[in-house]
């Protein structure tokens, strides 16, 4: 098979780490090599997607080779990735000024780690890309790494979803443990949904918990929020096509897994259904711009999900792909918006952006796109995209049904907030409420202008995919054979709520409470940290606590600072060892102490000890025959 | 022949630099630098023979062997030679000693004294590597023992040292007894008597005296453990480590505690395996325990190189699981076990490398700031760039980052193992998100945020980045490219799981 | 009639034996030595003339007790000499600088 | 005959032996000591050991000779004869001794000795004289030298002077 | 015949030797003794040689009295060697003092003693060995002729004439239940008819004076304060040269006892047992490197123990009772060899910093004190791996493990002494390094070294001799 995609992950990589370790004398070309390198990327992701199908894989570990796979889904997720890609670096140009060398290395890096998630074909390779990503996603988040408040939620992101990364090393275990005694690439990703039962549920678990954590699913969701503290064209990349979208790609990928699993296809659909309403409801309640899009991530991602977990009628792929490249250009144009005004503005107050669409239009129109296709008005992508989910859903189960319908409603509302508050005429105190967060330039660079347009364009658009001739063969190249349509009644429902919803929150949009559960996203965050990060904290200093009190010399030593090397001895069981230690020592001491008595000095003292010695000598010998 | 000399080619050095008292402190480093960079290029000749079959003969797993009697009234000879479990790690030794010799280029408490040390010091411990005898593994044991002494009592900082040496000394001179009297114990169960290690293995002389053979392997295992160290053996580490100067905690994390892992692989496992099958729950208890004791307690400090000592307990917990795990036959196939050793093998060369760079990137720190306490730091990203960017490097590849060693190492360890010891390995797995919250709160607190005093902190020299920089180099390139060691390491693993399952 | 001779150099020994351990004097305890071997002796020709008096062997060993009696006595009178000029002492437990 | 004579001689020994340590002078324990190994000289003659028993006699009185000299010339207590009571660990002593005693004389009364093999020699005397310069003569060659280095030895610490120390007041050793 | 009047050429040797140093002595001024010296190391030397010249045969001489065989060899070879390191030793003490030819005639006479008692196979010489391995001793422990050396003579002297007595007793025990004959071979016959307890008690006493020789508990009373009140030569010669021939003795002794009488293994077991842990214990405190030597040496002792104690169990046991007598007697006169060289560091705290000043002797120290832990590469590592294999093999495996744990007690304080010395300090040290212990010192420490890497020439010539 070709090199292509090799190249796909290789490139990046290798111009990522370049610049990395070229470091401050790279700032200067960083920019231009990045989106160089981003665009040969896309290119090629597009050329993939064309014309390579099948397998390619290099040696690797003993049980698994390192591969590669391209098929329909992989091959359509990289050209997303590849182009999304691609544009939010070209807006990045404008906000990123300083630490290009590091942005951009960065970017590439997490570029190719995704590039091998999308592609891999085994365990090994998907782990890899999947915790590169999540360790990039921290450098990026933390990006201005003085703010002590980014650093946390970089580190925030990453142990979230490395904790749940740990499903997919139980995963990768369950597989070798399924595989016994079978030859080739033990770890291949198609070979899981075939393991013998126990550890069939151990990998569908692993992989579940695994992509809920990155998909910013429940119970995982808290971290996206904090991750808004990254750049904006991070939040764009990172929100839309890549790290977050990932989590549900591979429970797309996986779905076989998860069928097979049976339990696995259900708690993942209504994982989905669930997050869906959820987040919504809280995306709906914020007063931040970007934590409502936040939030509306985990919710639109929660259709993706959804999709991964129906088997009715054939299951939902193509709508869940559908849904996933929608909302990765939906995604990326809003959030790349929202950087625009907070860049030229200053905040990402609701407030503070009353009226924003009018004073910069361009900007205000392609977010208006935006919004209106994340709100599901008819024709836009995600209306179509949602409902072909929805469709399935329908078909297995109506409770399903009426939650993802729950969900659209919700998210129509949230969408149309939006639209309420940037097409509200400006305020006469506009001027006031901006800078909130730091200071705005008032100004759009016309670099960050193409990109919002092509997205916008890509986001109205895409509901072509749900064309019946586009979406059933799109259908047939991810490997959906019958794929049921939404019927006509189905998209005029959602379309009427969407529309509805849309009209109600834009005009009563400003009035919505912003009460502490949803800004705190359900004190998710706050669970964990009382639940987790503070037992484990506690127990850690409580642990070291035991094992200083053990070895507590060296603490003590530093304390008293005794100079005299000649008594280390003594202090050693002065300050005691450990305990058992201390104590034997001292008990030995004291037998040292015991031992030089018989010396008196006093000969006849000798001569007492030694006649009573031998004749216990002798009682001995008589006694033990 | 040729690997006696590539052995005791350092410990010549040393002599002639200390027969040669007026050397000038350049030269004498240049020498130093020049005979370890003479080990590497040797051993990666040796390894690149070893790959093409060179060296060996018959049916011999060995190759460069040299068997000559020693104490042949003990049945001990000078018997040594190398295969796919001893070639990575005697690489990673000579790699680690020249990183250290590099690195030390401006020790200035009696350079030549220090460099003949450190030489004799690398004699031993590839010594201990190639033996395949017994009594000469636990020869070079206990001088390894010695010259780490001397090492952290003449040239260690801290009012503790010399304290932090002698605990060092005594917990690990009361192992390597233990130790001896297992061999002991497998001496006196051959017939003939005999500590050859080869023979040993071939006869397995304690198979089917049960209780025997396991009070043999607990001694040996003891001895083993402390060194290694795990779990409630591992209280002489930190305080050895904060004592001791930044070459010689990256020789004793890099190498000297791989003495330990080496021979469950080497000793333990190969000639009592009924016995290490029937303890093999206790190695995986063991491995777990240490694994996150040693995450946990290293979560809490906040001295930086005694938090980077406790990783080791948690990572040399990890590769005690997978040989305990290797050790447990039901439900799994020889495959799967096999994954979870060469894991092992990959984590001992990937640890050697990770944190011989991590402590002496520790020692770049007290050089420039007098203290290893991170809340000192703060902000450091601004003045030293490098510094911050090496050491965030090696705190991801210690955390197990794909794309470095640690990753490979880890992941053949948790997917080797979880098929046999399946609960254990969920509970041990939760230590790579304990060591990521470690780094990144170190990170956070050393690196990151604002400088909270304006006290210079310069940035990596040309002379440290030499020293540490192929250190991540290597292990990036273990990363990425795995074959490199498990080309070698995958079949010496196997036939340590064949050896372990008879 | 063995067994009164044996008896006999058990009380000498024994009597001996008290002497070496009570008293203070060098001069007195090797007095305590000198019947200790007293009875060494005695319990020695009888065991020659009881057991086995055609080898003489027990003969000899008398032979070497007796020099070894007197050898020993001179040494003892020289270590006395030297302790009363170096330490200008001749009890024991005044010469006891060296312990524990 | 032989019984009363062995009885009254192991009185006497014994009870000289323990006179020595109960009389209140030196010199009286000396002479007690002498009268002891006399009467053990007399035993060793009812064992068929003229020889032996003769120079056990003769050897014991110029011990006791010498052992009066000494007195007089080194010990603390000038002349030997003032009354003393030089005693330690009397108590212990006594239980010791006791102990052993009792252990000893019970062994040697219970414990089944060997029969008599054989019989002593016509001339004993001769005999023992063969034996050590036959078979026994390493023995001998043996003894000898102890006796030379017993003479050397006691030479050495004995003499307050060297050889080449001709002062009186000469130090009296390197040591010092 | 076996009366062949060089078999013992290497004690007649000694023996002639002593009288012609003495001549040479009494007939040289006082500056001169030397000469003396040098007579006594040519004796020494012609001993060794000979007794090079006599190995590999195995024969008993003068009416089974007296064995030649590998055991003897060992120790002629290892006491000879001893016997001129501690000449050589000594020069900086004894040159130029009244006594000096004295004390080369009693260090060759007390040789002399040790070689007879580790060929001995008769009780009456093993009596005889006893005595002429003693006296010199008593006088050599007084020859500095000062209150210390006063108390160490009276010390040595009173318990060596009370174990003394208490042999002679044990002798006529053994003879009268063994048959009469004291040559081993009939009490080999003899003994095991005989009645326990007297076997019992004879063994017992015998093991007495033995124990005293080789300063093992219950008789090891005398060792630390003569070693404290001797001179540091003489201390060195104590506790090396009259272990040998004493170890050996015992060896010889315990091999002709019947297993089914007694329960003599345990018995030594015990005292192995009790003499390395009191030795090690009470050496914990000390300050005294003398003092500190001299219980370590009653632990060294008990380690050497363990190997009588499996004798005849396993066919290791002699072998590896020679090459620790060699590595131990080595290692031991080196470690007495550094404190002599430098006589005025007399604690061990006055060693703090010694490394700067003296590297090359603190190195001697450094290879001899870790050679009495028993560190590889060291020559008594070798011993003491041969020993513990032995005494595994002989199946007495608590024994081992206590010794394991005794030696790592022994690293304390052998660890007091050299872990300051080997610290840089600011003291200033002009100290007095004695010239010719200096080299015996290096001497040692390399010899201890070297025999440890060389194990493979020294303990296969040791075992050829054994087999």
């Known amino acids: 098979m070709s090199v292509l995609p090799w190249l796909l992950v290789g490139l990046p990589a290798t111009a990522g780490l370049a610049l990395l370790v070229a470091g401050r004398r790279a700032e200067r070309e960083a920019a231009a090599v990045g989106i160089v390198v981003a665009g040969v990327v896309a290119v090629l992701a597009a050329l993939l997607a064309a014309t390579v199908r099948g397998t390619t894989s290099v040696p690797f570990l003993v049980v698994s080779r390192l591969g590669l796979r391209v098929d329909g889904l992989a091959a359509l997720t990289a050209m997303t990735v590849g182009v999304i890609a691609l544009l939010v670096l070209v807006v990045a140009l404008g906000e990123i000024s300083a630490g290009r060398w590091r942005f951009f290395g960065l970017m590439l890096v997490f570029v190719a780690a995704v590039m091998l998630t999308v592609l891999a074909d085994d365990l090994v390779g998907l782990l890899a890309g999947w915790e590169v990503m999540g360790a990039t996603s921290y450098a990026l988040i933390a990006f201005s790494w003085t703010e002590p408040k980014a650093v946390t939620a970089g580190s925030t992101a990453l142990l979230t979803t490395r904790a749940a990364d740990i499903g997919l090393y139980l995963a990768a275990g369950a597989a070798l443990a399924g595989t016994a005694g079978m030859g080739g690439s033990r770890l291949g990703l198609s070979r899981l949904s075939v393991l013998p039962s126990p550890w069939l549920h151990v990998a569908a678990a692993g992989v579940l918990v695994a992509a809920a954590g990155k998909a910013a699913q429940l119970p995982f969701s808290f971290w996206l929020s904090g991750a808004m503290r990254g750049p904006s064209p991070v939040s764009a990349l990172l929100h839309s096509a890549a790290m977050v979208a990932m989590g549900g790609y591979l429970l797309l990928r996986l779905r076989g897994l998860l069928a097979a699993a049976g339990w696995a296809a259900t708690t993942t659909a209504w994982l989905g259904a669930a997050t869906a309403v959820a987040l919504g409801a809280v995306a709906l309640l914020q007063r931040d711009l970007k934590q409502l899009l936040a939030a509306s991530t985990s919710a639109q991602l929660g259709y993706v999900v959804l999709a991964a977990g129906l088997t009715a009628r054939g299951g939902a792929v193509q709508g869940g792909a559908a849904q996933f490249v929608a909302h990765a250009a939906t995604k990326a144009l809003l959030f790349l918006a929202a950087g625009v005004w907070l860049h030229a503005l200053g905040t990402k107050q609701l407030s503070g952006l009353v009226g924003a669409g009018r004073r910069y239009r361009l900007v205000g129109a392609v977010f208006t796109v935006g919004a209106a296709s994340l709100a599901g008005l008819p024709p836009l992508s995600l209306w179509a995209s949602k409902d072909a989910v929805l469709a399935v859903a329908r078909g297995q189960s109506l409770p399903l049904y009426v939650a993802g319908l729950a969900g659209a409603v919700l998210a129509a509302g949230y969408a149309g907030r939006m639209i309420g508050v940037v097409l509200r005429p400006l305020p006469v105190d506009a001027e006031a409420r901006y800078d909130t967060e730091a200071a705005g330039t008032r100004r759009v660079r016309a670099v960050e202008r193409l990109p919002l347009a092509v997205l916008a364009l890509a986001a109205a658009a895409l509901g072509v995919l749900e064309l019946p001739a586009v979406a059933g063969r799109l259908g047939v190249a991810l490997g959906q054979g019958d794929r049921v349509s939404p019927s006509w009644g189905e998209l005029a429902l959602s379309g009427g709520l969407a529309v509805a919803a849309v009209a109600a929150a834009a005009w009563r949009g400003n009035r919505v409470p912003s009460p502490r559960w949803a800004l705190s996203w359900f004190g998710l965050q706050a669970a964990a940290g009382a639940v987790v990060v503070r037992p484990v904290l506690g127990l850690a200093r409580l642990l070291a606590r035991v094992d200083d009190r053990l070895l507590d010399p060296a603490v003590a030593g530093v304390a008293t600072g005794t100079r005299r090397a000649a008594r280390l001895a003594a202090r050693l069981d002065d300050h005691g060892v450990d305990r058992a230690v201390e104590r034997i020592v001292s008990g030995t001491r004291r037998l040292a102490e015991f031992a030089r008595r018989p010396q008196t000095g006093q000969v006849h003292q000798y001569y007492a000890q030694a006649a009573v010695l031998l004749g216990f000598a002798v009682v001995l010998l008589l006694i033990v025959r | 022949m040729l690997l006696s000399l590539l052995v005791f080619l350092p410990v010549l050095a040393a002599v002639v630099l200390v027969l040669w008292r007026g050397a000038p402190v350049r030269l004498v480093h240049v020498v130093w630098v020049a005979v370890s960079v003479a080990e590497v290029v040797g051993f990666v000749g040796l390894w690149i023979a070893y790959a093409r079959g060179a060296g060996r003969s018959g049916a011999n797993p060995y190759a460069f062997d040299t068997d000559r009697a020693w104490i042949p009234g003990a049945g001990s000879g000078y018997h040594v030679g190398v295969d796919g479990l001893s070639l990575p790690l005697l690489a990673m030794t000579a790699v680690v000693f020249t990183a250290a010799a590099v690195y030390s280029r401006r020790e200035s408490r009696d350079p030549l004294q220090f460099a003949a040390l450190f030489l004799a010091l690398e004699t031993t411990c590839l010594g201990l590597f190639v033996a395949l005898d017994l009594i000469l593994f636990f020869v070079f044991f206990d001088l390894s023992i010695v010259g780490m002494y001397f090492v952290i009592a003449g040239w260690g900082h801290g009012a503790t040292r010399a304290a932090s040496a002698l605990k060092f000394f005594l917990y690990t001179f009361v192992g390597s007894l233990a130790l001896l009297l297992g061999f002991i114990g497998l001496y006196v169960a051959a017939d003939p008597h005999t500590f050859d290690m080869v023979e040993l293995t071939r006869q397995m002389p304690l198979a089917g005296h049960g209780a025997s053979a396991t009070l043999v392997l607990l001694a040996i295992a003891v001895g083993l453990a402390v060194k290694t160290p795990t779990f409630p053996f591992h209280t002489w580490l930190p305080p050895a480590h904060t004592d001791a100067p930044a070459a010689g905690s990256a020789v004793l994390a890099g190498v000297l505690l791989k003495m330990g892992t080496y021979g469950f692989v080497r000793i333990t496992m190969p000639m009592l395996p009924d016995a290490w099958r029937g303890l093999a729950w206790l190695f995986v208890v063991i491995g777990v325990v240490s694994a996150l004791w040693g995450a946990l307690v290293a979560l809490a400090q906040t001295n930086f190189k005694r938090m980077i000592a406790y990783t080791s307990v948690n990572h040399m917990g990890y590769i005690l699981l997978a040989v305990g795990a290797a050790g447990l036959l039901g439900g799994t196939d020889a495959t799967a076990r096999s994954v979870a050793v060469a894991g092992a093998i990959v984590q001992m060369v990937s640890h050697g490398l990770i944190t011989a760079a991590l402590f002496l990137l520790a020692g770049v720190l007290f050089d420039r700031g007098g203290t290893y306490d991170m809340d000192r730091y703060g902000g450091l990203a601004a003045v030293a760039p490098r510094y911050a960017a090496l050491t965030a490097a090696a705190a991801f590849a210690s955390l197990g980052i794909p794309g470095f060693s640690g990753f490979i190492a880890e992941f053949q360890i948790f997917a080797g193992s979880l098929p046999s010891a399946t609960v254990a390995t969920a509970i041990a797995v939760l230590g790579i998100l304990v060591t990521a919250g470690l780094f990144l709160i170190a990170l956070q607190r050393m690196f990151l945020g604002l400088r909270r005093d304006g006290r210079p902190f310069a940035d990596l020299t040309g002379g440290e980045l030499l020293a540490i920089g192929p250190l991540m180099l290597l292990s990036l390139a273990i990363g990425v490219f795995p074959r490199l060691v498990l080309g070698v390491i995958d079949p010496a693993a196997r036939a340590v799981v064949v050896l372990v399952s008879r | ?100 | 005959m032989y019984v009363f004579g062995f009885a009254v001689l192991a009185v006497v020994a014994t009870a000289a032996g323990v006179a020595v340590f109960v009389v209140d002078s030196m010199a009286r324990a000396t002479f007690a000591l002498a009268v002891s190994f006399v009467a053990v000289g007399a035993e060793l003659l009812l064992l068929g050991s003229g020889y032996l028993g003769v120079i056990t006699v003769l050897m014991m009185i110029m011990e006791m000779a010498i052992m009066a000299v000494f007195m007089i010339m080194f010990m603390m207590n000038p002349a030997g004869l003032m009354p003393m009571s030089m005693v330690h660990n009397k108590r212990g002593s006594l239980a010791i001794s006791l102990g052993a005693f009792a252990a000893l004389a019970l062994g040697a009364i219970l414990v089944p000795w060997p029969d008599r093999r054989g019989k002593p020699a016509g001339d004993v005397t001769r005999a023992l004289g063969e034996s050590i310069m036959g078979p026994k003569m390493l023995v001998m060659i043996g003894v000898s030298a102890v006796l030379f280095a017993t003479i050397v030895s006691a030479l050495t610490m004995a003499t307050s002077r060297g050889r080449y120390d001709r002062s009186p007041s000469a130090p009296m050793g390197a040591g010092d | 015949m076996n009366e062949d009047p060089l078999a013992l050429l290497p004690e007649a040797l000694l023996l002639v030797g002593a009288v012609l140093a003495l001549l040479t002595g009494s007939f040289s001024p006082r500056d001169r003794q030397g000469r003396a010296g040098v007579v006594a190391a040519l004796a020494a030397t012609g001993s060794l040689i000979a007794a090079v010249a006599a190995a590999g045969s195995s024969r008993l001489v003068y009416e089974h009295s007296f064995a030649i065989d590998a055991a003897t060899t060992t120790g002629r070879l290892v006491i000879t060697a001893a016997t001129l390191l501690v000449l050589a030793l000594a020069r900086d003490t004894v040159r130029g003092t009244a006594r000096e030819s004295e004390f080369y005639v009693l260090v060759l006479l007390a040789s002399c003693g040790a070689s007879l008692l580790s060929g001995a196979s008769d009780l009456l010489l093993l009596l005889v060995g006893y005595l002429l391995a003693s006296i010199p001793l008593y006088a050599l422990a007084g020859w500095a002729r000062n209150p210390g050396a006063a108390e160490a003579a009276l010390k040595t002297y009173l318990l060596g004439a009370l174990f003394g007595i208490v042999m002679m007793l044990g002798v006529a025990v053994l003879t009268a239940v063994g048959g009469g004959q004291t040559t081993y071979r009939a009490l080999a016959a003899g003994l095991p008819g005989a009645a326990q307890a007297a076997v019992a008690f004879g063994v017992v006493a015998v093991l007495a004076g033995l124990l005293f020789k080789i300063g093992a508990v219950p008789a090891h009373f005398w060792v630390p304060d003569a070693v404290s009140g001797a001179t540091v030569p003489a201390a060195a010669f104590l506790t090396t040269v009259p272990k040998i021939g004493g170890l050996l003795a015992t060896y010889r002794f315990v091999t002709v006892l019947p297993d089914t009488l007694v329960d003599w293994r345990l018995l030594v077991a015990v005292l192995a047992a009790a003499s390395m842990t009191l030795g090690n214990l009470a050496a914990f405190g000390q300050d005294d490197p003398k003092r500190l030597l001299a219980y370590s040496t009653v632990s060294q002792v008990g380690y050497l123990l363990m190997a009588v104690a499996v004798a005849g169990r396993t066919a290791d046991a002699l072998p590896a009772l020679a090459v620790y007598l060699a590595g131990y007697s080595v290692t031991n006169l080196g470690a007495f060899a550094v404190v002599a060289a430098l006589p005025g560091r007399t604690t061990i705290q006055a060693f703090r910093g010694a490394a700067r000043p003296h590297p090359w002797l603190m190195a001697a120290l450094l290879a001899c004190l870790l050679g009495l832990v028993g560190t590889p590469p060291t020559a008594v590592f070798v011993g003491k791996l041969n020993i513990f294999t032995a005494t595994w093999d002989g199946g007495m495996q608590w024994l081992v493990v206590l010794a394991a744990v005794n030696t790592v007690a022994s690293l304390y304080y052998y660890l007091r002494w050299l872990g300051p010395a080997m610290l840089p300090t600011p003291r200033d040290s002009t100290d007095l390094v004695a010239r010719s212990a200096a080299p015996v010192a290096l001497l040692c420490g390399v010899g201890a070294l070297v025999v440890g890497l060389s194990a493979a020439v020294v303990s296969s010539a040791g075992f050829a001799l054994m087999r």
């Open chain 3, 1 to 100: 009639m063995l067994q009164a001779f044996l008896v006999l150099s058990a009380a000498l020994f024994c009597v001996g034996l008290y002497g070496a351990l009570g008293q203070q004097s060098v001069v007195m305890l090797m007095m305590g030595l000198e019947l200790m071997i007293n009875g060494v002796i005695v319990a020695a020709t009888a065991f020659w003339y009881f057991c086995a008096p055609a080898a003489l062997d027990g003969q000899v060993l008398v032979l070497v007790i007796i020099t070894a009696m007197t050898v020993e006595m001179a040494m003892g009178f020289a270590v006395v000499i030297l302790l009363y000029r170096a330490s200008d002492a001749d009890m024991t437990d005044s010469v006891a600088e060296f312990k524990r």
